[in-house]
Structure formats: C-alpha cells, structure tokens
C-alpha cells in the first residue's frame, strides 16, 4: 500500500474561541482535500492550543525565585516565560546548559514543557500545550463528522528534539480514531522466528511524515494522509508514553 | 507540495556480495516504480549488511568474561550475541534492566548496537549494521545512476527505540544525496519573529515515513519517496548525530 501527504493550506489565523475542526474543514474544502473516510489528518499543536485558548499573556506572570533562578542560568530565557514552563512542569527531567528537559502533566518528556514562544499572538504572548491533547484530536475528528460526513482519524503534534540527535522532528501528542502502536508481535519473520521487538510507534511516524509538509511559520498548521490502511480504534496518545519505570532515562 | 510513499516490493533475499542496486533497480522496475529524478530510495540497513558481508556467525565467536558477565544479567541474550554487540560499541551508554543501550564507532545510539537477530541468514547468525551506512547509501544512488540513468537520494535506515516513548521509528543512519537537516534558521514566523530552533531532522522524517511502508518480516526492506522536493547535496548522516559536548543524555 502507498499512501501521500498533503499540505493544508489556507488556514486562517486561529485565535481562542474559533472552531477549529471547521476551519480546517473549510481549508480542506478550498484545497480540493476534502475529508475522505480513512484520512489521517494531521494538526500542529499550536494552532489547537490557540483555538483553545491555552495561551498565556506573560503580563499577567510573576516569575518566583526559582523561576528567577533557573532564568539566570540560560542565557535567553524571560524569568516569566520559565514561571509558565515550571506550572506545566510535572518533574524536572535534566536541567542541564540553558536547557530544560521536563516531564508535563500528562506524561510528555519535551523541551521547556512545550511551551512556546513563536507564532504566538503577539510578542508577549506564549502558547502552552493543549491540556487534553486526545480530547482536542476527539473534537476535530468528531467536527469533521458534523460537517463533511467523513470518519477521518486525527493526530494533534508537535515538534520535539531529541536525545542523541540533532534536528526536530514531530511527535504525536493526541490520536483520535486510530491505534498510536502497531503491535506486530506474533508475527514471524522471513526464516519463520518470532519478531519480538516490533511494535511500530505509527502516530509518531505519521506526525513525522506530515511535518514534512507543514510549515508553522509559513501558515500551514495541517496535513493530510490520504492511502495508509489502519484499524479504527478510540486512540490515546499516552499509550506512546513509556512509562517512568521502563524508561532508562528518567 | 504533496509527497507520495511506495513500498518496493518483490526484493530477493539480500546474500554477501549481491549488487544491491542493482537488485533494487530490477525490483522498482517490476513494481512499476522506475526511478525519478528527485526521488528518495529508502533502504533498510538489513539489506544493506547482508549485501555487504556485514554478518557474523556466532559459531565463530568466543565470549570473553565481560560478555558472559553482561548476559548474565540480561534474560534472553546469548553470550556471543553480547560479544559481538561490544565489538561494535565504542562506549556503554546505559547498561539497566536487561538493556544494553551503546555508542557505535560512527556514533549512533541505540540498543545493541543495531546487532540484529531477526531476519539474518539462519538460526547461528547476526547481522551488524553497515561499516559506513553513508558509503553505502552512495554506492546504491550510483547503481541507480548507472543503471536508470536517473538521480536519486538514498536513505539506508533501520528501527530504532527512543526513549521516553514507546514503540519503534525508523531513523537515517546513512544519506546520500541530500542534506539531512534542513536549516529553517533565519525565516521568520507569522509575526516576523525570527525563527531560533527550527532545524528539522529531514532524513529522520523520511526514514519513518518510509518505516510506515516498509515490512522487513514480508519482504519489503525498501520504499521510494516522490515528490518530496529536496536540494541536492552529498549528505552526511553524522549531521543527524549529536556530538556529545551538546549532548545533555550521554
């Protein structure tokens, strides 16, 4: 099977309150991509976190003395913006040569809890993660049903670094409408052994594929996935989160 | 732009010495897939090595202590595997749990040092990853260049865990004609603010999206991209590598 990825474009400017499943249905529309059953569409975080209106106006924060601290030891960080990223922090994973590496509320290991500084409204404005990336999938998925009669699956992502290597890629932070895992065990391998080891992370590989084609800064947020067969399941993204007890670098 | 994932199907089992190009070729043929000029060819490393002689027969490898020691206290490693695994590694990153995550002379990280026992010749045999995976992607554009007369990119990948997360992605391990970063520094965001951290892991993107169609159980160890627009470069996957001095998990 053969599958493509498509750019949205034409997406306007979200902004808190704007129902986003139907601006990207519309975008879908203009951009002769409407919905088809089995679509994989792709949307970056930000503009689901700005739609839901988790965005701080950082006149509003009063950085404590830790956040002042840890500000002090970056070389680029606002003390206010630190406060926001310690709120959404869970656990401190590595705080490390102007980084920080956290564990957020639900689960997700990032960069300064995902909290975000460009395309943000405006210059003191920073964008945090959705609170409930699936639900945030659940929705756009359930507002393409309302508005094209499509069942499309959804992948909320965003754009993480990585240990070990250089360059971001995206990950898949919310999945409605599909499994995020691909369990392949029991199958055999081309000598008939067992493949022990083979649970593909398949959210995370298609939100890498469709950052291929988004471009955040150029006012693509979206992508669609047209050809790639899979199962239609509730999703949940926390099923792509190891746990802190199996993971080797907690 | 919009881009397009093919599987290649219908590749024979890989031998020592076999002209995997060449082979390739024969099989995009079949499979109505003749190369383009700006297409990707994604190939899996397992390929690659067996073409290339990179196996071991364990019948031939003794075990020092150390190896014996290290499967000790893992449950399912056979004391020759672990021998040969610390043959490839030049430094023991993480060694818990059972795992034994390694640097590899070239520099990647991963779990055993990409030592393989699935999808090897027979039952006595590992597969090692390539000697230099950057050679190889350029030995197989060069086939292609021969016989298609077409220029394409070449990724030779494999499927690697990641930490924090669950389930395996595929990443570049080798690339050859294109860069493996693309460098969005110094494009602004929607609001003219300059874009600090935006360099994507381009080849790593690609790697998994082919993951997604590749099948090395079912005999599809290689996967054409098109339509992915690219500048044409040498490549270089030790860019994708961060060195250690930057590294805040080794």
């Given at each position: 099977m053969n599958f493509s990825v498509h750019p949205v474009p034409n997406v306007p400017m979200i902004h808190p309150g704007d129902d986003l499943g139907a601006l990207l249905c519309d975008a879908l529309g203009q951009a002769q991509l409407g919905p088809q059953n089995g679509d994989i569409l792709v949307v970056c975080q930000k503009v689901v976190s700005k739609a839901e209106g988790r965005v701080v106006n950082l006149n509003t924060v009063t950085p404590s003395p830790f956040a002042r601290q840890l500000a002090a030891m970056?070389?680029?960080?606002?003390p206010r913006v630190v406060e926001v990223i310690l709120a959404e922090t869970?656990?401190?994973v590595k705080m490390d040569r102007g980084h920080l590496i956290v564990e957020t509320g639900p689960g997700y290991v990032c960069a300064n809890a995902?909290?975000?500084?460009?395309?943000?409204?405006?210059?003191?404005t920073v964008i945090l993660l959705p609170k409930d990336s699936d639900a945030s999938a659940h929705r756009i998925a359930a507002a393409i049903k309302i508005r094209a009669k499509r069942e499309v699956a959804v992948i909320v992502t965003d754009t993480f670094g990585r240990p070990w290597r250089e360059g971001l890629v995206d990950f898949a932070l919310g999945v409605a409408g599909m499994e995020p895992l691909l369990d392949l065990r029991g199958q055999k391998d081309l000598?008939?052994?067992?493949?022990?080891h083979t649970v593909h992370a398949q959210a995370d590989a298609l939100a890498a594929a469709a950052g291929l084609v988004m471009r955040k800064g150029a006012g693509i947020p979206a992508a669609i996935i047209r050809g790639y067969a899979y199962q239609h399941a509730d999703g949940g993204?926390?099923?792509l989160l190891r746990s802190r007890e199996f993971d080797l670098f907690r």
């Open positions: 970056t070389t680029d960080k606002d869970s656990r401190i995902g909290v975000d500084e460009s395309n943000s409204l405006d210059d003191e000598n008939g052994r067992e493949l022990h993204a926390a099923k």
